[in-house]
């Protein structure tokens, strides 16, 4: 029997940072994939927020 892989990559999911800050009803969120190995740390990307409607930075939340 072959040994069963390792899963490395995993759903993750983004949150906009400026949503919860703010007094907008909503919180704009994304699900994405990433390599736990190559990327341990916590993914920031700049996203489209359509509550805040513009671009602005979105980080990973477990």
Do not use: D, W
Request: charged letters at 35%.
């Amino acid at each position: 029997m072959a040994k069963k892989a390792t899963k490395a990559r995993a759903v993750i999911h983004l949150e906009c940072t400026t949503c919860r800050s703010s007094g907008v009803p909503g919180v704009s969120r994304y699900a994405t994939r990433k390599n736990k190995k190559n990327t341990p740390a916590r993914l920031e990307l700049r996203k489209y927020c359509r509550f805040e409607r513009q671009y602005t930075v979105h980080k990973e939340i477990k």
